[in-house]
């Protein structure tokens, strides 16, 4: 993960991060109550100290009960949307959309997902003074969401960066 460094109005601005659970899952080796805090520290290690909500959001019917109610437990919030499209702007995007409507620029916004669609919303969104966090995620999105999508574990890079910080500590309980 590459340090940035971030201005006092972002620094201390509300932060929401978006996890499409569906398409972006964990790999199956990690303790998935450890993905809010870490991405809490890793948040926090560039700067970040505002209100910070994470939500998991997708097809939650297409996820195992246990798996959810591990993620509710950690602290991360559920969002249940009824389609997942890969032409529109629906579902996920249109609650991160909506997201904005209550919470005006500077605020951060994290979008950890791997469809291509979101990469121009993120876009507009930065160009009206949000602050898309990209220092967590690789370099080049597009090109990492087109060889993720084609690759059968979609998601590994992205989750070994973001999970570094729990390498060294993997025996640890979270409480």
Not at 149 to 165: D, I, N, T, V, Y
Request: proline share 6%; net charge neutral.
């Amino acid at each position: 993960m590459k340090a940035k460094a971030v201005g006092e109005a972002e620094a201390k601005a509300v932060t929401r991060v978006w996890w499409d659970i569906n398409r972006c899952p964990v790999p199956s080796d990690v303790d998935v109550r450890r993905v809010g805090p870490c991405i809490k520290r890793a948040l926090e290690k560039l700067g970040y100290s505002g209100p910070l909500t994470i939500t998991a959001g997708g097809i939650l019917t297409d996820v195992p009960h246990d798996f959810l109610r591990q993620v509710h437990s950690s602290g991360i919030a559920l969002h249940h949307v009824p389609t997942v499209s890969e032409t529109d702007i629906s579902g996920l995007g249109w609650a991160v959309l909506k997201w904005t409507w209550y919470n005006q620029p500077p605020a951060n916004l994290m979008l950890i997902s791997y469809e291509p669609i979101f990469l121009g919303t993120l876009g507009k969104l930065g160009g009206i003074g949000y602050n898309i966090v990209r220092s967590i995620l690789p370099d080049d999105l597009e090109q990492a969401a087109s060889s993720a999508s084609a690759s059968s574990s979609a998601g590994c890079f992205l989750w070994e960066s973001l999970l570094a910080s729990f390498t060294s500590s993997r025996n640890t309980t979270v409480t």
